[in-house]
């Protein structure tokens, strides 16, 4: 800061929502943390690394080692209480120098103030090289944190960043003329905190360096904030300045931008492409058969609690090894196949009623046996006649059959919840009731495993 003022007065923080950002500062030494020789006094932005004056003004760095008499830091001779925003130190610089002369009119007419503007063009900028050209195309975001010096007795708009393609080096001390890709357009005023001025662009591939100022080109508000002495002028505190590349939206949060998201309405896995998987098995839920219940891909996300190779979906009987020819239950014996087959004539009653012959309990024994020693069976007990008589009559009748045996395996020890029954009557022949044989046939109890073809 080549002119100098001992009164000014304290800056104001507009909090401005910050973005996450994952990618790197492009900007190295973003808090003016890092030194070529110690700060002493005034006008040694250059001793910062990397970073030097944009034009004829000159910045300053405020640290903890300097004398508070002129750039230390919490106090320095611009104000008090001055903490950095994050690290250990800060920069600074003169936004506007609001220059005044005397009004000679004044002392001839007596009418007009006694003052008038002089030069108010009056600026500092700093700069510094990023780490690497930006792309052409790409969005940036830019964030700068400022805070009006407690001594400040001015504030202004304006304050932001340009991105050069080349290091600046006006001889001039006055307002650059470029437009910034971000700046402030409130009045930044706030000297208790740290106000956050940040901006998003597009870069044309060109930008090579940041520079930070304030650019009237954007347009320029002015206010007066005078408390006791008046310094004229508005001096900025600068720190934590960062170039970013855009984050890419993400509309469901989870970490997978939405170009590369295959469910981007929602929160899932970047392994998955954004996709949830519930029960954590590595099919994604929308892939997946089962997808509250963990299984392999190779069973669309389902388990095989038998381990048969058929997915519990998939599997009539889960809980029991069985073959695919029946569904995942357990093949029917051929022993089993031949003993329901001789049910079909064995079983007898007497003519006419529901009432079971003796000659037929050695088979419904068997039957029993059988499902004692296969305790997943679940049957089916359907009676039928044939065609003689009073339709409604055959169709009591067969179901009164097909119940008695359901009542005599369940007196014999089978659970009532493994065995049902129902009668069809005379309308499932399975041969013709013109002749004796043919409804001898269709006389019958079939006996069905639940699972069986």
Not at 115 to 129: D, K, N, T, V
Not at 304 to 320: A, E, M, Q, R, Y
Not at 351 to 358: N, P
Request: with cysteine; glycine share 10%.
């Amino acid at each position: 800061m080549k002119e100098r003022y001992s009164l000014l007065s304290m800056g104001v923080l507009v909090s401005l929502a910050t973005m996450a950002q994952n990618a790197p500062n492009l900007v190295p030494n973003p808090g003016f943390e890092e030194f070529t020789s110690p700060v002493t006094t005034w006008d040694q932005l250059d001793r910062a690394s990397g970073w030097s004056n944009a034009n004829g003004g000159s910045c300053d760095i405020f640290t903890d080692a300097a004398k508070a008499s002129t750039v230390g830091i919490p106090q320095n001779e611009l104000g008090a209480n001055a903490s950095p925003a994050e690290g250990k130190y800060y920069a600074g610089f003169v936004a506007y120098k609001d220059d005044q002369r005397p009004n000679w009119k004044r002392a001839l007419s007596g009418q007009e103030p006694p003052f008038s503007p002089a030069y108010q063009s009056y600026s500092e900028y700093m700069q510094r090289e990023l780490s690497a050209p930006l792309t052409a195309g790409q969005e940036y975001d830019i964030t700068i944190k400022v805070k009006l010096s407690s001594n400040s007795d001015r504030a202004v708009s304006g304050i932001g960043a340009y991105c050069s393609p080349v290091a600046l080096n006006y001889a001039h001390r006055h307002f650059l003329n470029e437009k910034a890709q971000v700046v402030s357009k409130g009045i930044v005023s706030d000297k208790q905190n740290w106000t956050e001025i940040k901006g998003s662009f597009v870069a044309d591939g060109t930008e090579r360096f940041i520079v930070i100022g304030a650019f009237p080109a954007a347009g320029m508000e002015k206010s007066k904030a005078v408390e006791g002495g008046d310094s004229q002028r508005a001096y900025y505190f600068v720190d934590d300045v960062k170039l970013n590349i855009h984050p890419e939206p993400d509309t469901d949060g989870d970490g997978v931008i939405d170009k590369l998201d295959k469910c981007p309405q929602t929160p899932g896995l970047a392994n998955l492409a954004g996709c949830p998987d519930g029960d954590g098995d590595g099919v994604t839920d929308a892939m997946d058969a089962c997808p509250s219940l963990a299984g392999p891909a190779d069973k669309q996300g389902c388990p095989d609690s038998d381990g048969d190779g058929i997915s519990d979906n998939l599997d009539k009987c889960p809980k029991v090894p069985g073959v695919a020819a029946m569904k995942g239950c357990p093949e029917v014996s051929e022993k089993t196949k031949k003993l329901f087959e001789k049910a079909l004539t064995g079983i007898q009653f007497e003519t006419g009623k529901s009432t079971i012959k003796k000659v037929s309990f050695p088979i419904l024994d068997q039957v029993v046996t059988v499902m004692n020693e296969n305790p997943s069976y679940n049957l089916e007990v359907n009676g039928h006649t044939d065609s003689q008589g009073d339709d409604a009559a055959n169709m009591k009748l067969s179901q009164d059959r097909a119940a008695a045996v359901e009542k005599y395996l369940e007196d014999k020890g089978v659970a009532p919840n493994r065995i049902s029954s129902k009668g069809f009557g005379e309308t499932m022949p399975v041969e013709d009731n013109k002749t004796a044989a043919g409804r001898a046939k269709n006389r019958r109890v079939e006996f069905k495993v639940s699972y069986m073809e």
